[in-house]
């Protein structure tokens, strides 16, 4: 594979708005996968390559959170072990599994998410944390392996999962559950990232070139949602139409998009 300039621009840019999205909502990896899947990585490789930038990203965005007064909420410990748990099994599933197979998995998860972003924009919405929402049940304590188990296998998506998750389930507000999702996210991506390179599946050039993008748009999103009330609104946007387009384009809807870029 020829990295050009082009192609350097493209993955900074892609992991720039990847950055974004995950850090204020979540699917952004959607956005990166099908950057690297574009550029000529295969499917599996391009999944263990974008957990580079996850980790950088989720490190900024939770140190920016932090910085601007956002209080780690009570009850976060348990939720990051059952996630870290599922994602080790998830990770490990990941790296069995046909490039084509995986391809329709993401354009299976692009179609889902958009499903949940246009129908379901605000269910999670809450403007404080339910009382006692720091105890784990044996039920939430599944939810949370489930969805850990989920990104560890694919990451896109697991962060509108984790939001709904821990606002539905764990019954906190929406701030707070972002400052957790990060803190999930930062530690699960830990152990998913060392099974890819244990099979292989990382490429460390392009995801250290993405993490660059990445870590702009954690910074960029940590801060807005840190200081915006409208953030939610304005994302929720954006995800529609990017998730839209990254669906059609695996689908190969846009062929002229990499004939001209590649």
Known sequence: MELGPEVY????GAGWLAGLINTLAGSGSLV??????????????ANGTNRIGVLIQSGVGLMTMSAHGTER??????????AAVGALFGAWLATGIDAEALEWIIIGVLWAMLFLVIFRPGDWLREK???????????????????????????????????????????KDVVAATAIKLIVVLVYTVGALVIFVVYDQVHWELGLV????????????ARFAATSPRAPIWI????????????????GAFPWLRAVLF
């Open 9 to 12: 621009a493209l993955v900074v």
């Open 129 to 171: 944390s339910e009382e006692g929402s720091g105890r784990p049940t044996p039920s939430k304590l599944v939810i949370f392996v489930l969805v850990g188990a989920w990104g560890g296998f694919l990451q896109a998506g697991v962060g509108i999962l984790l939001l709904a998750a821990l606002v539905l389930s764990a019954g």
């Open 32 to 45: 990166a996968l099908a950057a690297l899947i574009a550029i000529g990585l295969p499917a599996p490789v």
């Open 236 to 251: 929720r946007r954006l995800l529609i139409a990017v998730i839209l387009l990254a669906a059609l384009e695996l689908m």
């Open 73 to 82: 909420p009570e009850g976060t410990k348990w939720i990051v072990a059952a």
């Open 210 to 221: 993405m993490g660059i993008g990445q870590a702009l748009g954690g910074w960029m999103g």
